[in-house]
């Protein structure tokens, strides 16, 4: 284990905790994840994460007016986006400071 990142709230009022760490080759693990959560696992590249290309954000409106700016990494058919792509985002500023 690396570290953990900041605490993120959801949507639902959760706190989310996330933690860095180093698993060992994505080839030996053996991955559960819960059907109703996780449609898909995927890996991205850290090289394809830093590429302006592959950067987005999505900008939210809310019913009272209230807006706010997410980020979104693109790869193909899949995006990265919401929570998962927060976390990704802080896992780059903590990893390539410099380039992200």
Same mark, same amino acid.
């Given at each position: 284990?690396?570290?953990?990142?900041?605490?993120?709230?959801?949507?639902?009022?959760?706190?989310?905790?996330?933690?860095?760490?180093?698993?060992?080759?994505?080839?030996?693990?053996?991955?559960?994840?819960?059907?109703?959560?996780?449609?898909?696992?995927? $890996? #991205? =590249?850290?090289?394809?994460?830093?590429?302006?290309?592959?950067? /987005?954000? *999505?900008?939210?409106? !809310?019913?009272?007016?209230?807006?706010? $700016? #997410? =980020?979104?990494?693109?790869?193909?058919?899949?995006?990265?986006? /919401?929570? *998962?792509?927060?976390? !990704?985002?802080?896992?780059?500023?903590?990893?390539? =400071?410099?380039?992200?």
């Amino acid at each position: 284990v690396w570290g953990q990142l900041r605490t993120i709230p959801d949507r639902h009022g959760m706190t989310v905790a996330p933690v860095v760490a180093n698993l060992g080759p994505l080839e030996a693990l053996t991955l559960n994840p819960n059907s109703d959560e996780v449609e898909e696992v995927f $890996t #991205l =590249p850290l090289a394809h994460l830093l590429r302006e290309e592959n950067q /987005g954000y *999505t900008h939210f409106r !809310t019913a009272s007016g209230y807006g706010y $700016t #997410l =980020p979104v990494f693109l790869n193909g058919p899949h995006k990265v986006w /919401g929570l *998962t792509a927060i976390v !990704t985002e802080l896992t780059l500023e903590l990893l390539v =400071p410099g380039r992200y």
